[in-house]
């Protein structure tokens, strides 16, 4: 059965995580109902000193409790067994706020512990796991599912609580008044059966209800991300539309799985008042129970009916949280087996990337990579030297990025193979190569912290005056300085504060405070106006010589000062030369330029 299989998974991943904090956390819970059982066995002499059921000792626990007493040389009296009683509440209490205060912590650390290891599993993935999935559903899983887990893990605690709980009162019962004990028994085990049922219609609904919530949350990230095209297309109504109409259809979802312990609790209800009556008449009129059995058999029958019902309802709940162990397992293991080779073969070692004067040549030799039947690069071969400038043009969906997520290390190629300063990329660790490697990409991505951090990310120990030195570079100085608080001025989510070209001169700056020997522009300007465009591209040509650039874009305008220009077309390398050698009548270089030049004179006039 679907259920059990995931609550045993649930239940080994939580000893797992948790180890000895579990098995102490049950100790607690047990050591509280025992010393809640003992103050309930303190009524048995404070009812005889009231007058009710004789000497108090007409059972077992009657007689162990004056037995106590004889022991210690205390008199029964009424101050005596309430003493007793406030002493024993008072350290059941004790034992409670311990038990809760570990609970709540343990709980924490437990969803702590998976996040943090999912994340962990999801930043060192592949960049193809990336690519196949929705940033919002990774999200989903790793906030919300977790927090399922928080949940969960809480409802299991008020479960094993609660089952204790049941076994030591139902074991003072059997000693206070077994015929009652053994009816009270039966119907537990009668209405655990009848609510089974409701039980598993319920884990049904969770499971898609898990489903549903990832689903809604992607629709909802994408409309809010994509804000600015909604109110610019007027088209408002239409995202109100979709996004109520799949909330819409999660109501009914909602709703039986909101409604089922309320069900739930109705039955026992009506089972349990029903049940009082019958056990009160034939204790009484039949077997002729003493008051003070009586007394304390009614009272352990509400208690055991509060606490199998707070049971049984949790039990229900459960069935709500259950299906996100079997989620977040699923993403950990599909993350870790697209885990990459961070520290790369064992059997190479990890010798310093060569390098000339701090830049490094690439070279690309009949360079395959596929996407499922498709081919994105098809047996390309190229040279980049050291300290050039290479320009790579042709039109969307030709391979350019492709060719550089290549050599960055991001994708794997099918067949063929790449060099960095004459060592073959596969034998140089990730974790070396990639910080070597400044990236630009067309839409600069920055973080809601001060353009001093933003600066200095993954490169947590530059110093003020690297930070410096890198926007000096990046002709980004003048204008941060010119902001309101300089460096530290906060540049909001994804940098909104900012234009374009600040953002962009800003992720240059990023790209040159470390150690980096290959800049890689990936159509960086092709967002800017004129101006800002220029500003870049002054920063870039300044770079020239100091270290190697490729620089990506489909507007060749812009790769004019490269000292070479490959040409892709359908994944093929179809020409490679300078820009002046690429001009040559009946190119292919040539017949786009005189494209584009035509399309620029008429949006000119």
Same mark, same amino acid.
């Given at each position: 059965m679907i259920v059990p299989s995931a609550t045993r998974v649930l239940i080994a991943d939580i000893v797992h995580r948790l180890r000895w904090r579990a098995p102490v956390l049950l100790g607690l819970m047990g050591l509280n109902n025992l010393v809640e059982g003992l103050g309930l066995i303190l009524l048995f002499p404070l009812l005889a000193q009231l007058g009710m059921g004789g000497t108090g000792s007409a059972n077992v626990l009657g007689l162990a409790v004056a037995r106590f007493f004889q022991v210690l040389g205390i008199r029964e009296s009424i101050g005596a067994v309430l003493a007793f009683?406030?002493? !024993? #509440?008072?350290?059941?209490? /004790?034992?409670? *706020?311990?038990?809760?205060?570990?609970? $709540?912590?343990? +709980?924490?650390?437990?969803?702590?512990?998976?996040?943090?290891?999912?994340?962990?599993?999801?930043?060192?993935?592949?960049?193809?796991?990336?690519?196949?999935?929705?940033?919002?559903?990774?999200?989903?899983?790793?906030?919300?599912?977790?927090?399922?887990?928080?949940?969960a893990l809480f409802l299991l605690g008020q479960i094993a609580a609660n089952g204790i709980f049941l076994a030591v009162f139902l074991a003072i019962a059997f000693a206070a008044a077994w015929p009652i004990a053994?009816?009270?028994?039966?119907?537990? !085990? #009668?209405?655990?059966?009848? /609510?089974?049922? *409701?039980?598993?219609?319920?884990?049904? $609904?969770?499971? +898609?209800?898990?489903?549903?919530?990832?689903?809604?949350?992607?629709?909802?990230?994408?409309?809010?991300?994509?804000?600015?095209?909604?109110?610019?297309?007027?088209?408002?109504?239409?995202?109100?539309?979709?996004f109520s109409g799949a909330?819409?259809?999660?109501?009914?979802?909602?709703?039986?799985?909101?409604?089922?312990?309320?069900?739930?609790?109705?039955?026992?209800?009506?089972?349990?008042?029903?049940?009082?009556?019958?056990?009160?008449?034939?204790?009484?009129?039949?077997?002729?129970?003493?008051?003070?059995?009586?007394?304390?058999?009614?009272?352990?029958?509400?208690?055991?009916?509060?606490?199998?019902?707070?049971?049984?309802?949790?039990?229900?709940?459960l069935q709500n949280h259950v299906p996100a162990i079997l989620v977040v397992k699923n993403l950990l293991r599909e993350a870790t087996a697209e885990a990459e080779p961070w520290d790369g073969p064992t059997s190479i070692d990890a010798r310093p990337v060569p390098e000339e004067g701090g830049k490094v040549s690439v070279s690309l030799s009949k360079v395959t990579v596929r996407h499922g039947d498709a081919a994105a690069l098809s047996d390309v071969s190229l040279t980049i030297p050291a300290g050039s400038l290479f320009g790579i043009a042709g039109p969307s969906g030709s391979g350019k990025s492709t060719l550089v997520d290549c050599i960055i290390g991001l994708v794997e190629l099918e067949s063929g193979s790449i060099d960095i300063g004459g060592r073959p990329?596969?034998?140089?660790?990730?974790?070396?190569?990639?910080?070597?490697?400044?990236?630009?990409?067309?839409?600069?991505?920055?973080?809601?912290?001060?353009?001093?951090?933003?600066?200095?990310?993954?490169?947590?120990?530059?110093?003020?005056?690297?930070?410096?030195?890198?926007?000096?570079?990046?002709?980004?100085?003048?204008?941060?300085?010119?902001?309101?608080?300089?460096?530290?001025?906060?540049?909001?989510?994804?940098?909104?504060?900012?234009?374009?070209?600040?953002?962009?001169?800003?992720?240059?700056?990023?790209?040159?405070?470390?150690?980096?020997?290959?800049?890689?522009?990936?159509?960086?300007?092709?967002?800017?106006?004129?101006?800002?465009e220029r500003e870049v591209l002054n920063a870039i040509v300044k770079l020239k010589g100091s270290i190697t650039i490729i620089m990506i874009s489909h507007r060749l305008s812009t790769l004019r000062e490269a000292d070479r220009i490959g040409l892709l077309e359908k994944g093929r390398l179809l020409e490679l030369g300078t820009w002046d050698e690429l001009q040559k009548s009946g190119s292919r270089f040539h017949e786009l330029w005189r494209l584009q030049s035509a399309d620029h004179q008429t949006m000119m006039t």
């Open positions: 009683i406030v002493v !024993v #509440f008072a350290a059941q209490n /004790a034992l409670f *706020l311990a038990q809760s205060w570990l609970s $709540a912590l343990w +709980q924490q650390s437990y969803v702590g512990s998976w996040r943090i290891t999912l994340f962990e599993a999801i930043e060192r993935a592949r960049w193809r796991f990336f690519v196949e999935r929705r940033a919002s559903d990774l999200i989903a899983v790793l906030i919300s599912e977790t927090q399922r887990l928080s949940d053994l009816v009270i028994g039966v119907f537990a !085990v #009668f209405m655990f059966a009848v /609510a089974r049922p *409701l039980m598993r219609r319920g884990y049904g $609904a969770a499971g +898609q209800l898990t489903h549903r919530m990832a689903a809604l949350q992607g629709l909802a990230g994408e409309f809010l991300a994509g804000a600015k095209l909604v109110k610019a297309t007027a088209s408002e109504e239409a995202a109100i539309a979709a909330v819409r259809r999660d109501v009914q979802l909602v709703r039986s799985l909101l409604y089922l312990p309320s069900l739930t609790r109705a039955i026992y209800e009506m089972c349990a008042i029903s049940l009082l009556a019958i056990c009160l008449w034939f204790g009484i009129v039949v077997l002729g129970i003493d008051a003070a059995s009586i007394m304390v058999s009614l009272y352990l029958f509400l208690r055991i009916y509060q606490r199998q019902s707070v049971m049984q309802q949790s039990l229900q709940a990329l596969a034998a140089i660790p990730i974790r070396r190569w990639r910080p070597m490697v400044g990236y630009i990409a067309q839409d600069t991505f920055l973080f809601n912290a001060s353009i001093r951090d933003n600066i200095r990310w993954g490169h947590a120990q530059a110093s003020d005056a690297d930070i410096e030195r890198a926007a000096r570079q990046a002709h980004a100085d003048g204008f941060i300085r010119s902001l309101p608080h300089g460096y530290d001025m906060e540049v909001g989510d994804r940098g909104v504060r900012l234009s374009g070209g600040e953002r962009q001169r800003i992720g240059l700056a990023r790209a040159l405070v470390g150690p980096v020997r290959l800049l890689v522009l990936d159509e960086a300007t092709s967002a800017l106006d004129a101006e800002s």
